[in-house]
């Protein structure tokens, strides 16, 4: 799996998302009112915003939220301030670092992210210096612990599924960003247990750090993400189980 998807599990198993519930929600409707802005407020013609709107209720974000957010891009003056901006870096162990951002002020967020980066061993890099190294792919993740990931393997294929990774009990599907929504629901009424799905920036190749890096190169991914302006992270480091295990008693 790629180092993002593991650090993914890690946050999801220390429960961080319910600690910093409040910068979640933050977050979560900027997306929303983004989404909005560029599709229109209807879900059913909205791809973006209907992955917004149901990552954001499966954080128990309250509905009125949502509403609101999803009015705000639709229409209201306040959402034309907020803009998308991508940021390109590098973390420990010559690692990339792709950074979505959604900000009222680039400033603010490029200084803060200069801050955390440096602060952390990394650099913020030049527009085009390692996205070239990350492509758009659906990604759908499976609990495989109750089944068999061989056979989940070839009914994600059957179901449309470009590539299939398979680690300990976990399924990773990948599609393209539009046949993601199809093969989930075809993944679901086959009665599989979906543990998420996203479209999300996929690492073509990776790189593999020893432990030192690894801890370093996790801090930093954890402290980027933290920043009120990043809304999602992705890298091409590869952590060993050993320094993830190693990682997840220290902190």
């Given at each position: ?71 705000r891009g639709a229409g209201e003056s ?39 980066l440096t602060r952390g061993a990394g ?69 599989l247990a979906i543990s998420s799905a ?54």
């Amino acid at each position: 799996m790629s180092g993002h998807s593991k650090w993914s599990q890690i946050k999801r198993q220390k429960g961080v998302a319910d600690a910093r519930r409040g910068q979640l929600f933050t977050k979560l409707a900027r997306e929303i009112t983004v989404a909005a802005r560029q599709g229109g407020a209807d879900v059913n013609t909205n791809f973006r915003l209907r992955l917004a709107v149901q990552k954001a209720r499966e954080s128990n974000m309250p509905a009125d939220n949502i509403e609101r957010a999803a009015k705000r891009g639709a229409g209201e003056s306040d959402a034309a301030v907020l803009e998308e901006v991508t940021y390109e870096g590098y973390g420990p162990g010559g690692t990339a670092i792709l950074i979505q951002a959604v900000t009222d002020n680039r400033n603010r967020t490029v200084a803060d992210l200069r801050r955390v980066l440096t602060r952390g061993a990394g650099s913020l890099g030049e527009a085009g210096s390692v996205a070239w190294n990350f492509e758009s792919r659906g990604v759908i993740t499976i609990d495989a612990s109750k089944a068999d990931s061989d056979e989940l393997a070839l009914q994600a294929i059957d179901a449309g599924a470009e590539d299939v990774k398979l680690e300990d009990d976990v399924v990773e599907v990948y599609t393209r960003p539009e046949d993601m929504e199809g093969v989930k629901r075809s993944l679901e009424d086959a009665g599989l247990a979906i543990s998420s799905a996203e479209v999300s920036m996929v690492p073509k190749t990776v790189v593999e750090l020893g432990e030192k890096d690894a801890h370093s190169a996790l801090r930093l991914l954890e402290r980027i993400e933290e920043l009120d302006d990043v809304q999602r992270v992705f890298s091409n480091a590869d952590f060993s189980e050993q320094a993830l295990e190693t990682y997840e008693a220290a902190s």
